[in-house]
Each structure stands twice: as structure tokens, then as C-alpha cells.
């Protein structure tokens, strides 16, 4: 234990949630609405004062995209507008009390997922799994769903004593991975872990009694990073002369949480006041599931798509058996499969299945380690929201309730923001190599209509997401852009986005060949600040001096927010035994 990176972070507690208080929503609901007023009227004078018929498109551009951003904020609000917890209950004690039928104890099955991960992570997954505390009247037992059939896994889960599946076709990854496993296992009730996913002893303890209620689906806990390095005294850690030079630049081992992965404002705020309108989705690792739901659907589902296929009079035989082999899916074949399947228990007509959000942390995990880690998370959560969003068109779908629908498609624009965000921070870029800027009017107007909406909503957010870092999000909406947009296209072109596992281990690949497209758009931006800047002192920009300082902080600002992924590649594990490509 002692030799692995994660060690020194084993003293770690969870920080408790912050509820909230009748006082602060009160204070939150005022200036949410006082932001949005504001942000309104901005909208209306940009639309019938302020574009600029010297640079038409541009400023129209610029103007539609801080329209769609305004929705975006109205939305982000509908999302963590109220708080709604349902009430913690005591374990049920017998099959009746946890709504299930027969006679005899409540099976619990913690199904541990790998694929590629080593032994020594899956191991502290097992020994904390069997650790678990199982309430009186249930029994629990753990398998090993092995999808890379290796003899050591094999052999692990032997010497503890635990249930190892394999499959010889890996199809549908995690997600086939799931069914494989629910058609071989008898659990009434199955628990969800990755192979670094390590349950907290109390976690049955603490989730069955949502159970209670015969409708409830599944139950998801916050996921914790108990590993998020600290700040570090700067290292010389580079290796060439360009990522020494933009290491003394950025000093990237000086931050906390280096690849912006804490989950708290997702988790705490989000996810949990989601949860007020049946509308938190499962995130896999650390969540309980009612078989009976998962199944149901499934099965429901299956069954229209035999109907179909025995309408279809080209279907052979050999075809049908053929889908009865895969279209049974429990958890969908997809690369998003939680949020995929989340939808369509939550939409499922007459079944009236809700899920629940329980806002302590039941589990720790590891984080994202390297660029090859958090590029890979990221493109796996923009590119697989992106093709729910348009290939399955579930805000369309009549049975999934308008209130859910609006939490959904905050969700799907968020990934979609990166089409007017990359025109946001391109515009000061423009305006300082053109002399164009998209806004006509005196510099005090547009203060007076601009500021007062961004004092208010910035202090609508701190209030609204009291204890959490508001600004991280913006920095990695914009860290993240280049892999958005590699997403959007992705899917616009009818390319599947492909299941790749997180790396669990250290990875530092190639400082330029993971932030190219960042380090681009800051030497643009860098370039379009000096060009401004000299061409202003010999007399050759049309810009006047207070909108040439306006847009030189705008652009300094998303030089900043660019930064953020090139600190991330230059970051290096102060412990010496971490991977290199």
C-alpha cells in the first residue's frame, strides 16, 4: 500500500454538505431573478441599440451568443433553483419492508467493474467492499465483472473469496459488462462500482432505506476524489525549452486541484437539487439499484423491438435470435450508459419509477492523474451527452416530464455552449486586430447596462453555490473547449464515440501533443493584444482608449481561463514512482 501514489491521501474525510438553509434560498431566489432581469434588459439594448453596421455579421454573432449564454444562465438557475431532499430512512429489515416479494433476506449484489486496471487499486476495492456493513435481514455478495478475462483478477478474487464473471465478447462495454452480470447474478437490489470505487463501510446502511419506497430505482451518492493533490512547491519538472518556459510562465505545481476534476459543485449542487423534480441521473460508480427497475424497462423495451421486428417481414428467424442476444440491455449500449439509461427509467409511461439523490459520501475514488486521464473523461462526457442529445432525441420524448426535459437540456447545452463560447472568446481577438468592435455605443452605457448584471449574477452564483468554487467551472468550460468542439464534430459527423476507460494510474504524455489547440488560441489572443496595442500608440487603431482597455482584460481573462489545461500537462506528481509515457 505504502508504494502507491494515492497512499498519502488515505487519511483523508470527506467535507459534509452544505444544505440550503431556508434564509439563503430566500437571499439566492431574489438575486436569481434580479440577475436575470438584468440580463434581459442587456439582451434587448444589445439587440435594438448597439450593433454595429460597420461589422454587421460580427456584432450580430456576438450579440446572439450572449443572448444563447443568458439562456444557458436562466437554465443553470432552473437546475439549482430549490433543494428537496427525501427523508433519510432506516434499512429495511425484511423483503416486504423494501418493497420486494417472497419470503426469505434482501440480496445485495456490489458488482465491481475493471477492465485494464491493475490488481493493487482493485484490491483496496475488494477489501473495503467486503467491509461493508449488510443491515439485519440482508446479505450481500461481491463479484468481480471482469471485462479483460485476466488469470491474475481470476486469481484475486478467488483468494478473497468473491464471485468473478467474465464474458468472451466485450460487447457493449460497461454497459454489456452490467447485463452480463445482472442475467448470472440473484441480488433483489446491485450496487455499482468502478475498480477504484472503495464503499464506506456505513454505505448500505445509509442508502437501503430509500428503498422503502417501492418505486424508487436507484440511489446515487456524490462522488469523491479523496486524492486531489495539494498545492506543491514549484519543480522544475520540464523537459523541453518550451515547457520550461511556459512552466515559469503558468507555475502549474503552485495550484490546487490541478485538473479541475472536484466533483463537490456537480454532486452537492447540482445533482442534488435535481433531484427535486425526478431528474438526478445515475453516474455509475457509488449508486444502488432496484433490479426489478433496471429490468422492467429492459424488458419493455425489448419487447416493442420484437414487435417491430416481427412486423418487418425481410427479418429472418436467424435475425430475431440474433437481437434477442443483445437488445435486451438493462443498462443501454451507449458510451453516456447512466445518463442513457437514467432517461429512460425516469420517461418509462406508467411505471412512475423515481431516483434518488443521497447528498453524504458513501465511497472514495481516485481522481484523474495526467492529460491522458482528464482528456479522456472529458471527450467521454461531452461526446456522449452531445449524441443522446441528437441521435436519441429524448427531449422529445412525450412520457419524459417538461420540468425533468429542462434539467436534461441544461445538461445537453452546457456541451452545446461551446459553438457561442468560442465566439466569445475569439471577439476581443477581432476587435483588436480589426479596429471593429461588435458593440456601437458610448463605453458608460455600456457599463451601466453590462455591470449591473454581472455583480448581480456573480453574486446570485456565490449565494446559489455557497462553498464551492464558482470560477473553476468557467475555467473549465474553457480548458475544455477544444475538446467540446472535437465532440460536437464527432457527432454531427455520425461518428460513435467510443467507451475508453479512465486511466487509474499517473500518465504525463507529450506536453504539446495534449494542449496544441490551447496554446494556439492563447498566442492569437497574445499576438491580437501587442498588435493592438503598438498599432494604438502609433495612431493606426480606430479603437478609443477605454475600448482598448476593455477588450485587452477580456483577452488577458481568456488567456487565463487557456491556461488552465497547459498547467494541468505541465503539472508533475511530486511522488517518484508516478508513470511517464
Known amino acids: 500500500m505504502s508504494d502507491l501514489y494515492f497512499a498519502g491521501f488515505e487519511s483523508r474525510t470527506p467535507n459534509p454538505s452544505i444544505p440550503l438553509t431556508p434564509k439563503r434560498e430566500r437571499i439566492w431566489h ?5 440577475s436575470l432581469g438584468l440580463g434581459g434588459w442587456y439582451c434587448y439594448w444589445r439587440w435594438t441599440e448597439t450593433l454595429n453596421p460597420d461589422a454587421l455579421f460580427f456584432s450580430i454573432a456576438v450579440a446572439m451568443s450572449e443572448t444563447l449564454a443568458l439562456i444557458g444562465c436562466a437554465l443553470f438557475y ?7 431532499d427525501t427523508p433519510k430512512a432506516p434499512a429495511p429489515q425484511t423483503r416486504q419492508e423494501a418493497g420486494l416479494t417472497r419470503h426469505g433476506p434482501i440480496l445485495v449484489d456490489i458488482l465491481i467493474t475493471t477492465l485494464d486496471e491493475t490488481s493493487d487499486i482493485l484490491e483496496l476495492s475488494i477489501q473495503d467492499a467486503l467491509n461493508v456493513s449488510a443491515p439485519k435481514g440482508v446479505v450481500g455478495k461481491v463479484y468481480i465483472l471482469d471485462d479483460g478475462s485476466r488469470e491474475n483478477i481470476k486469481q484475486l478474487a478467488a483468494r478473497y473469496d468473491v464471485g468473478y464473471i467474465s ?3 466485450s460487447a457493449g462495454f460497461k454497459a454489456g459488462n452490467l447485463r452480463h452480470a445482472l442475467l448470472r447474478t440473484s441480488g433483489d437490489f446491485f450496487v455499482i462500482c468502478d475498480a477504484d470505487t472503495r464503499l ?6 445509509n442508502t437501503l432505506g430509500y428503498f422503502r419506497a417501492p418505486k424508487t430505482a436507484w440511489v446515487q451518492t456524490p462522488h469523491w ?3 486531489i493533490p495539494e498545492p506543491q512547491q514549484h519543480r522544475h519538472v520540464s523537459r523541453t525549452w518550451i515547457e520550461r518556459i511556459f512552466a515559469k ?4 505545481e ?12 456537480f454532486f452537492d449542487v447540482i445533482q442534488r437539487r435535481r433531484h427535486r423534480n425526478n431528474a438526478s441521473f445515475c453516474c455509475g460508480a457509488a449508486s444502488i439499484h432496484r433490479k426489478e427497475a433496471v429490468l422492467s424497462v429492459a424488458l419493455k423495451n425489448y419487447g416493442a423491438k420484437i414487435l417491430t421486428s416481427q412486423a418487418n417481414q425481410n427479418e429472418t428467424p436467424h435475425t430475431r435470435i440474433a437481437m434477442a442476444a443483445t437488445d435486451l440491455q438493462p443498462f443501454k449500449y451507449h458510451v453516456s450508459e447512466d445518463i442513457f439509461t437514467s432517461i429512460m427509467i425516469q420517461s418509462d409511461p406508467g411505471s412512475d419509477w423515481q431516483s434518488v439523490y443521497h447528498p453524504d459520501v458513501e465511497s472514495r475514488m481516485l481522481s484523474p492523474w495526467g492529460m491522458k486521464a482528464w482528456t479522456t473523461q472529458r471527450f467521454k462526457y461531452a461526446g456522449g451527452s452531445l449524441d443522446i442529445c441528437f441521435r436519441e432525441r429524448v427531449l422529445l420524448n412525450k412520457h419524459l416530464p417538461w420540468r425533468t426535459k429542462l434539467h436534461y437540456l441544461a445538461t445537453f447545452w452546457s456541451y452545446l455552449s461551446c459553438l457561442w463560447l468560442l465566439i466569445l472568446l475569439m471577439a476581443p481577438v477581432l476587435t483588436l486586430l480589426t479596429g471593429k468592435a461588435p458593440i456601437s455605443a458610448p463605453l458608460m452605457d455600456f457599463v451601466l447596462h453590462l455591470g449591473p448584471f454581472l455583480l448581480i449574477n456573480e453574486l446570485a452564483l456565490v449565494v446559489g453555490c455557497w ?3 464558482i470560477n473553476k467551472g468557467r475555467q473549465l468550460a474553457i480548458a475544455g473547449l477544444p475538446l467540446t468542439l472535437k465532440a460536437l464534430w464527432a457527432v454531427i459527423k455520425g461518428q460513435k464515440i467510443k467507451f475508453k476507460a479512465t486511466p487509474k494510474t499517473p500518465f504525463f504524455p507529450d506536453f504539446l501533443a495534449s494542449v496544441r489547440p490551447h496554446i494556439v488560441l492563447m498566442s492569437i489572443t497574445l499576438f491580437a493584444l501587442v498588435f493592438a496595442v503598438v498599432s494604438f500608440l502609433i495612431g493606426a487603431n480606430s479603437l478609443s482608449l477605454s475600448f482598448l482597455i476593455i477588450n485587452f482584460f477580456w483577452a488577458m481573462w481568456n488567456i487565463y481561463a487557456l491556461s488552465g489545461a497547459p498547467r494541468a500537462a505541465l503539472w508533475r506528481s511530486p511522488i517518484s514512482n508516478t508513470g511517464n509515457e
Open 30 to 34: 431574489f438575486l436569481a431573478a434580479f
Open 78 to 84: 432552473h437546475d439549482i433553483w430549490r433543494q428537496n
Open 167 to 169: 464474458r468472451p465478447i
Open 200 to 205: 464506506f463501510k456505513g454505505f448500505l446502511q
Open 225 to 227: 476524489f479523496y486524492d
Open 249 to 252: 510562465i503558468l507555475s502549474p
Open 254 to 265: 503552485k495550484a490546487h486541484d490541478p485538473f479541475m476534476c472536484d466533483p463537490g459543485l
Open 467 to 469: 462553498g464551492h468554487d
